[in-house]
């Protein structure tokens, strides 16, 4: 069984995230501005398995790209990463995680998000790169941490 790391994302991961996110359709935009705060789930050999974004609006923050290569989904992967990015963004002040979703309202409300009125978002998340990018029907969560 491989041993599994998270680590900070840098800049030289760039191209990668990209293009993890892309095979896992999820959007791209905004990624440029916000890679430092990316976690990036690794096997020892250095495969990635995961990943997981984060963007930073004072106490508010959106949790975006929270991506599992599809043939590791539902071992765990997903939670560790969410976990990391939590654990950061407390540490950078954080109060509220915000997260658009498609298809993953109840996986998320499994790790403590619960539903939320997109209105009642914190008007700095909505006017994240990523918040714009998705779809009108994509449900907004909030975690408070």
Partial sequence: ????????????????I??????TGLPTVGVENCYSNFVIETDER?????????ELYGQSALLRSVAVDE???????GK?????????ARHNGVCNVYLLTDNASKYFENLGFALVDREDVD????ASP????????AVAMRKTI
């Fill in 80 to 88: 560790a990463l969410v976990d990391a990015v939590l654990s950061n």
């Fill in 123 to 126: 008007g700095a998340v909505k």
């Fill in 130 to 137: 990523e918040f714009g990018a998705c779809c009108a029907t």
């Fill in 46 to 54: 250095g495969v990635w398995y995961g990943i997981a974004g984060l």
């Fill in 18 to 23: 990209a293009s993890f996110l892309r095979a």
């Fill in 1 to 16: 069984m491989p041993e599994f790391h998270i680590r900070s994302a840098e800049s030289t991961d760039l191209q990668q």
């Fill in 71 to 77: 043939s590791s989904r539902g071992m765990g992967h």
